[in-house]
């Protein structure tokens, strides 16, 4: 797993950002902040997230392939173009049906009071 940023000033695709690996799970940390981390991760086949519980909402975005989203006791097929939130505390975890590769949006709350310019 890459522990770097991406260079910032630059224009890149995000999913040349990360490279699949056969039988892994593997990351490319876009952007970290105080508030949140960005991360593209790429997942081969019949691989998985392990089944975690976040205090953060994740908001997960599919560029490429297909992926299932379980969520508690739910489960989502997400294709390529498609997007879904996952709950703060809410046990989840992402397996390849296809290989595939997500856009790992991670926003940390408590700071839902800050207002930032007016937005």
Same mark, same amino acid.
């Not at 739910?74 to 505390?89: C, D, N, Y």
């Not at 949006?105 to 800050?114: A, L, Q």
């Given at each position: 797993? %890459? !522990? #770097?940023?991406? %260079? ?8 040349? /950002? *990360? !490279? ?5 799970? #593997?990351?490319?940390l876009i952007l970290r902040k105080?508030?949140?981390?960005? !991360? ?12 975690? +519980?976040?205090?953060?909402? +994740?908001?997960?975005?599919?560029? %490429?392939?297909?992926? =299932?989203v379980r969520i508690e006791t739910?489960?989502? #097929?997400? %294709? ?7 709950? /703060?505390?809410a046990r989840n975890s992402i ?8 856009? &790992? #949006? *991670?926003?940390? &709350?408590?700071? =839902?009071? *800050? ?5």
């Open positions: 797993m %890459e !522990n #770097t940023e991406i %260079e910032k000033g630059h224009v890149f695709v995000l999913a040349d /950002a *990360v !490279n699949y690996v056969p039988n892994s799970v #593997t990351s490319q105080a508030t949140g981390a960005v !991360n593209v991760i790429s997942i081969d086949s019949g691989k998985q997230l392990i089944e975690r +519980t976040s205090p953060f909402d +994740t908001f997960v975005l599919v560029i %490429e392939g297909t992926a =299932e739910k489960s989502f #097929t997400v %294709e390529a173009g498609q997007a879904i939130i996952i709950p /703060a505390h397996i390849g049906i296809d290989r595939f590769k997500i856009v &790992s #949006t *991670v926003i940390k &709350s408590g700071y =839902e009071e *800050v207002i930032f310019n007016g937005l």
